[in-house]
């Protein structure tokens, strides 16, 4: 891992999330506060990086240092941090972007709301930290999807039952 930093300091950032060395992120951004904003080659910030491997205490450091919570990655998917925390399953790293302003609704390319991938997950943990936040169970992704519909599809049937007792319907 050194080696490959070593050719591309800026990768450190990236690095530093995905591992949750909030350590190492809180001394790279002391040297260059601007690598809080840094966007990898693939288009993800290191707020989203660190959300999606479940990297809480590092989600902490970098929205302490600066990353907001609401920004969207550059690449086609045109995500958030709580996107990708929902992909990952990391419903803690979720409460903590949403206590940070993080919109529980937000829509990624697509429509798809970070309760779809919840739901289309099984992660009844993660949905309940959304709908709390006052994610609409019956939002409908651009292919008119709901997330009650990729929890049937996944045959996620607690998942169903979960979004069902707090409205969803079809």
Do not use: Y
Request: hydrophobic share 50%.
């Amino acid at each position: 891992m050194r080696e490959l930093t070593a050719a591309n300091p800026t990768l450190e950032i990236f690095a530093a999330a995905m591992l949750g060395d909030a350590g190492e992120i809180t001394r790279l951004l002391a040297g260059n506060p601007t690598l809080v904003t840094a966007v990898s080659p693939d288009g993800w910030f290191p707020l989203h990086l660190a959300a999606h491997f479940a990297q809480t205490e590092a989600v902490r450091v970098l929205l302490e240092h600066g990353a907001q919570a609401g920004a969207r990655s550059t690449n086609a998917m045109q995500n958030t941090a709580l996107h990708a925390a929902a992909a990952g399953r990391a419903a803690e790293a979720g409460r903590l972007l949403i206590e940070h302003g993080a919109s529980a609704n937000c829509a990624q390319q697509g429509g798809w709301a970070p309760l779809h991938a919840a739901a289309q997950n099984g992660d009844i943990e993660f949905a309940r930290v959304l709908i709390d936040a006052g994610a609409d169970v019956n939002a409908r992704a651009e292919n008119q999807q709901r997330p009650l519909d990729l929890a049937l599809t996944k045959g996620q049937q607690a998942m169903v039952d979960f979004l069902e007792a707090r409205g969803a319907s079809l």
